[in-house]
């Protein structure tokens, strides 16, 4: 039952993040985002 309730809360997460990228999406475009996320994801390599 526990396993249960963690399986909702990823699945609950996971909608809110497609939400909110979809939103981003809309407002910036997707290929913003892709290019901000590329930047972000080099600067943690540099880490």
Known sequence: EE???EVEEVEE????L???LESMANKYGLQKIMDTIA???MS???L
């Open 18 to 20: 497609e939400i909110g």
């Open 3 to 5: 396993r249960e309730e």
């Open 39 to 41: 930047r972000i994801s």
């Open 44 to 46: 943690k390599k540099g």
């Open 13 to 16: 997460k996971r909608d809110e």
